[in-house]
Nanobody, 121 residues
Framework: VQLQASGGGTVQPGGSLRLSCVAS??????MAWFRQAPGQEREFVAG????????NYADSVKGRFRQSRDNPQATVYLQMNGLKPEDTAVYYC?????????????????WGQGTQVTVSS
């Protein structure tokens, strides 16, 4: 599975961005977003089940980020609102051949190239 992420950029605190991830295959795959800040481990941000019926989020982004997917277009989105400086990181989309998502990086078989999100005044 090949993944292509896009939509990163630089915004001021409180601003919004929408990330997109286009997959070569997405049916029957959980799709998730992770992020990695400099000097830190990659961490789970959000996941959406293969049908889009269930979403889960890291506590740090709940209520601010919303994930969605368009299966016919094999695309997932991460709408990020109320951005904070601590959201600054490289964001990666990932997929695993399962209905359910996992918060563990080791359980994902495919990764996009990453897109930089910078939140700064």
């Amino acid at each position: 599975v090949q993944l292509q992420a896009s939509g990163g950029g630089t915004v001021q605190p409180g601003g919004s961005l929408r990330l997109s991830c286009v997959a070569s295959v997405s049916n029957n795959y959980c799709m998730a977003w992770f992020r990695q800040a400099p000097g830190q481990e990659r961490e789970f941000v959000a996941g959406i089940t293969s049908t889009g019926a269930t979403e889960n989020y890291a506590d740090s982004v709940k209520g601010r980020f919303r994930q969605s997917r368009d299966n016919p277009q094999a695309t997932v989105y991460l709408q990020m609102n109320g951005l904070k400086p601590e959201d600054t990181a490289v964001y990666y989309c990932a997929s695993r051949p399962s209905f359910w998502c996992s918060m563990l990086t080791s359980e994902y078989i495919s990764w996009g190239q990453g897109t930089q999100v910078t939140v700064s005044s």
